[in-house]
């Protein structure tokens, strides 16, 4: 059975121009999941202890299910993390969009530039998963100059 082909998300304005795309990773979401369990497994660990009902040998099987749960809850909300940097903004698949002034600030990682937004008082932070992160931080530094 071929493979249907989803509706693009991103709905470009006349005279914009896209300049790079990204897609959120697979492993980003499995590591957001693998330090949730660890939190919700300690958070878990401690709880139970003062509980006088509570085994050790329950907290294993606890991360694994929680594990499993929150992991494909994570997979299944992955792409909301896509973008795309046009000539006008950065769009977030969430539906938000930034215009290129509202760029505060990158930082490079090894496979995603984190960038900061600042909107009036209000400032966020963003993960931008990318297979070329240099070249996504010579376009946002065109922002930072302008």
């Given at each position: 059975?071929?493979?249907?082909?989803?509706?693009?998300?991103?709905?470009?304005d006349?005279?914009?121009?896209?300049?790079?795309?990204?897609?959120?990773?697979?492993?980003?979401a499995?590591?957001i999941?693998?330090f949730?369990?660890?939190?919700?497994?300690?958070?878990?660990?401690?709880?139970?202890?003062?509980?006088?009902l509570?085994?050790?040998?329950?907290?294993?099987?606890?991360?694994?299910?929680?594990?499993?749960?929150?992991?494909?809850?994570?997979?299944?909300?992955?792409?909301?993390?896509?973008?795309?940097?046009?000539?006008?903004?950065?769009?977030?698949?969430?539906?938000l969009?930034?215009?290129?002034?509202?760029?505060?600030?990158?930082?490079?990682?090894?496979?995603?530039?984190?960038?900061?937004?600042?909107?009036?008082?209000?400032?966020?932070?963003?993960?931008?998963?990318?297979?070329?992160?240099?070249?996504?931080?010579?376009?946002?530094?065109?922002?930072?100059?302008?």
């Open positions: 059975m071929p493979k249907r082909v989803s509706k693009d998300w991103l709905q470009l006349q005279g914009e121009d896209l300049i790079l795309r990204g897609s959120a990773r697979r492993e980003t499995l590591r999941a693998v949730t369990t660890l939190g919700a497994t300690a958070i878990y660990g401690v709880l139970g202890s003062f509980v006088g509570f085994s050790w040998a329950m907290v294993p099987v606890f991360a694994l299910i929680f594990y499993l749960a929150f992991g494909a809850f994570m997979l299944g909300l992955r792409h909301q993390g896509d973008w795309a940097l046009t000539s006008r903004a950065l769009h977030l698949r969430k539906g969009t930034f215009s290129r002034d509202s760029i505060a600030g990158i930082k490079p990682l090894d496979r995603a530039v984190i960038v900061t937004i600042r909107r009036k008082d209000a400032v966020a932070t963003q993960r931008l998963d990318t297979d070329a992160p240099a070249d996504l931080v010579v376009e946002l530094k065109k922002a930072l100059e302008d």
